[in-house]
């Protein structure tokens, strides 16, 4: 038993050490326990799953804009990524944009690319743009590889529980960590974690947009409408997993100069209508 609470600490920082994947918008090392080999077949089959188990809307304007959009954030992101020297990045990925009937106010994108827009969130986007604020932002979470940091960090929370577990040996002591553990690692840790993806996220879904052609000062508009769709309704910032309404807006007006001037350097020295 003393043998493996030495070990615990050592074992740990081996895994974290040799299993990190490079950010190619910060350039930081992140988590990645596991392998976009393995992690991007599962995603691909969830997306064919979900979309046979509903409406994928075809053929129509809306369906079409979403296609469009979707072509052109990922061309832009492709360029973005091989001018700063991430040539390939994307090889892997299988893109796929699909519009589904459902009044829920949502989009997404998976690991590798397979994007779904919701029928609801479409008078929230309002415009072309404001779909191109929300898919810049999804396929961002994508690109920076957070859903495989959020499983990495959530095996690590797992890891952890196991090892207090493990190493306390009196049953008062263990009932403790347990109690407080799963709290102090939620507030403390994964939801801080979880917002501080959405924040990068917003700011890569900017450059990503403004690449593509479409007007990044938009994007705080589209949130005030977000705020005014919610009622007032969202919850602490400290114990939500995503930044409040007011602090997005801030963040998304400051950012925008700096998008539109990263565009410029691709040439886009306009944007859509």
Known sequence: ?????????????????????????????????VPNSDLFPTSFAQYDQFLSENKVVTGTEDAQMISRVGERIAAASER?????????????????????????????????????FYTGILPVAKSETGVAVIMGHEVAHALANHGQ???????????????GNVVLQDENDRNLF????????????????????????????????????????????LWERMKANSGGG?????????????????????????AIHEAKKFGVTSFRE
């Open 234 to 258: 969202e919850p602490s910032e400290l114990l939500s997993t995503h930044p409040s309404n007011d602090s997005r807006i801030s963040n998304l007006r400051e950012l925008a100069p700096h």
């Open 178 to 221: 347990n109690q407080y553990y799963g709290v102090g690692t939620q507030v403390g840790a994964m939801l801080p974690f979880s917002r501080s993806h959405e924040t990068e996220a917003d700011k890569i879904g900017l450059y990503i947009m403004a690449i593509a052609g479409y007007d990044p000062t938009e994007a705080a508009s």
């Open 149 to 163: 940091q959020r499983m990495s960090a959530g095996m690590l929370q797992q890891f952890g529980a196991v090892a």
């Open 80 to 116: 973005y990524l091989s001018a700063n020297g991430y040539h390939g990045y994307l090889n892997d990925y299988k893109w796929e944009y699909h519009l589904v009937d459902d009044p829920t106010e949502n989009a997404w994108c998976m690991p590798g690319g397979k994007i779904v």
């Open 1 to 33: 038993m003393i043998k493996i609470k030495k070990l615990l600490p050592l074992l740990v920082l081996a895994v974290v050490i040799y299993s990190c994947a490079t950010n190619p918008f910060t350039g930081k090392k992140t988590m990645a326990l």
